[in-house]
C-alpha cells in the first residue's frame, strides 16, 4: 500500500459473526445487570433452519478456511430498534446470522432464541508517515451485528428480559 494510502475494514453486511465461546449448550454468559451498555436492538426470534458450510477468506495464497453455521430466524418481538435487512424493509421478519460452531447453541428446528445487537460502523484505517496507521471512525448510520456472546436460550436472558419490561415492538401478521 502506498504512503497516504486508506483502507476501508468493513463487516459484511450479510455476515453477522459472534466471538468468544457460550459457557454452556443454551446459556446466556452476558451479564445481566442493569450496569451493562444497552444493546442497540433485543429480540426474541424463531430457529427456523441451521445451515453449516465452509467460508473462504481470501486475503493470502491459500485462501484460508473456515467453519461456519448459518442460522435463520423469524424474529417475533423485541426493544430497541428492529432489525432489517434493508433500511426500508418493514415486511421482512426473517434474518441469517453467521456464527461460528462453537456459538451454535445446539437448538432444534423451533426452538427460541434471544439476539443481543450492537450498532457498529465501518473504519478508516489511515497510513500516513512514516507509516503509521491511525484509525478513525467512520460518520454514518452503521449496522446492526450480533455482540459478542450475543445468542442464547430465553431461559437463560430472562432476568436481561425482566429488565427491559414490556417489548416495543412485535412482528406484524400471521406466526
Given amino acids: 500500500m502506498t504512503r497516504g494510502a486508506s483502507l476501508l475494514v468493513a463487516f459484511s453486511i450479510g455476515t453477522i459473526v459472534a466471538l468468544g465461546a457460550p459457557a454452556a449448550k443454551g446459556q446466556c454468559p452476558r451479564p445481566t445487570s442493569s450496569d451493562t451498555t444497552p444493546m442497540a436492538s433485543v429480540f426474541v ?32 418481538y423485541g426493544w430497541n430498534e428492529r432489525p ?12 441469517r446470522i453467521r456464527i461460528q460452531p462453537e456459538q451454535d447453541l445446539g437448538l432444534p428446528a423451533g426452538a427460541r432464541v434471544v439476539a443481543f445487537m450492537k450498532r457498529v460502523y465501518l473504519t478508516e484505517i489511515i ?17 446492526l451485528v450480533l455482540a459478542a456472546n450475543g445468542l442464547c436460550a430465553p431461559d437463560s436472558a430472562r432476568a436481561e428480559l425482566n429488565r427491559l419490561g414490556t417489548p416495543q415492538w412485535r412482528r406484524a401478521g400471521p406466526r
Fill in 84 to 95: 432489517r435487512i434493508l433500511p426500508d424493509d418493514n415486511a421482512s421478519d426473517t434474518l
Fill in 127 to 143: 497510513l500516513s508517515p512514516p507509516d503509521t496507521p491511525t484509525a478513525r471512525t467512520r460518520v454514518g448510520s452503521g449496522m
Fill in 45 to 76: 426470534a424463531e430457529l427456523l433452519h441451521r445451515r453449516l458450510y465452509t467460508e473462504f477468506i481470501y486475503i493470502g495464497s491459500p485462501p484460508a478456511e473456515r467453519p461456519m453455521v448459518e442460522l435463520t430466524l423469524r424474529v417475533l
